[in-house]
């Protein structure tokens, strides 16, 4: 810094690097665009798309069979805790080595209910956040995907997408793939409001081990002036979960090596395979067509990608870039970090096992792909190739979606939800002092001490 004629002056290297950093945020994170619907008119659409997401989770064959089985950690680890363990206790209790916030939340609401509303409390609450959040990314995604059909498809993928339809559907304990994808809209939603965008990055990253790889996009918002509260409070959250996840135990699912060419062939499977066809499609595939379905996959992805990076403005490409590196990302570090030979390729069932990880990194993509089919390019021939794609991606996807309801994906047909509260009641009432209550998957229980049932 020199003085001249008495007032300093503030190197311009300097004095620059906070004006293009903001500059640059400004050009990366534009603006959603005011609706020209009148206020009524839009509620009342946002309300009724809220009501087709309820309705498509709940009522699909493999949803209404949610509503009558209780699912995995909803009950052995959540519910378990929430009927005999103090609230405060089971909010910041860890499991499987991080916080569970939302979820426990959700339970804790569910223990004090009747305990033979469980199933239908479980179904209900794990289908609103995920509803909520296609509606985020749809008013969202308005500053990045301007023609309404393309933003519309890409926000229903939310709900309607496969992957997310068979073993993560209607679960609490699989919502934070669902969050980590939302969260990552609403890093980038600069006018979104301020008090509900910011309590559900908070509940979101106080409820997913994976939060940190939006800390990228949550520092690049920081550069934006106003609206610091929301990134501001995300990296706060995902402080405590990461502190958390230091000193909290978690035991691996196996201590298999991880082999390089199994977790890549596994990743290209479970992305952009099963984004476009599903798990249970890709068990029908893979094994007569080999990577065929692969490569058919990866160019049905790969053309509206280029055409992103192509044609695309700074924000659009930086989308693009994003969507395809924590698609990747996501993906791989999930397949590493829980590596065991049943998720080989050439097991049974292909990519069925574990299908939950398919969720998030198969909606990064498709926000990458989303680019490409929004764009209006000035070339007469890039038009028509466009139009082409959007049309050939969704009879794709449409496809998937009616193929996987028809087959009854995720149909659970254990042990009904109702019957195995009454067998409890009744070891109770003949005198034992805890109920087994059991549940989906095959050989899921928990027990209750029966002075527990009494409240």
Known sequence: MSVVDGDPVVDGTAASAAPRSRAFAEAVLPQAPPSA?????????????????????????????????????????????????????????????????????????????????????????????????????????????????????????????????????????????????????????????????????????????????????????LAVPRGRVVPLAFLAAAAVQGLVMVFAERTPYSHDPADPVQVLLAGLLRVPVVAFLGSEQVERYYPVHGNLPVLGALLLAGLPVLAGLRWGDRAGRLLVVLGVGYGALVIAGTLVANWTRVLQVQQPGVVTTGQRYSVAPCLFLFSAVAVGLALVPRERWARLAVGAGRVVVAVVVLYSVVQHVRVDGGVLDGVPWGESVARGRGQCAAGAPVARFEHEPENWFFEVPCHHLDR
């Open 37 to 221: 619907l009148p206020r009524g008119r839009l509620a009342a659409g946002y309300g009724a798309a809220f009501a087709a997401a309820m309705a498509f989770q709940l009522l699909m064959p493999a949803g209404w069979s949610r509503l009558e089985r209780v699912w995995a950690e909803d009950g052995a680890r959540f519910l378990l805790d929430g009927i005999t363990q103090p609230f405060t206790a089971n909010l910041v209790a860890p499991y499987g080595g991080y916080l569970h916030v939302l979820p426990r939340l959700a339970a804790e609401l569910v223990s004090v209910l009747p305990l033979e509303w469980a199933a239908v409390a479980f179904t209900v609450l794990a289908a609103v956040p995920r509803a909520l959040v296609a509606l985020l990314v749809f008013t969202a995604s308005g500053g990045y995907l301007r023609p309404l059909p393309v933003r519309f498809a890409h926000a229903a993928l939310v709900v309607v997408l496969p992957a997310g339809n068979s073993e993560p559907l209607d679960n609490v304990a699989n919502l934070h793939w669902f969050l980590l994808y939302g969260v990552f809209w609403a890093l980038l939603w600069r006018s979104g409001p301020r008090v509900p965008v910011t309590a559900f990055v908070v509940l979101a990253a106080l409820s997913s081990p994976l939060v940190f790889v939006l800390v990228p996009v949550a520092l690049l918002r």
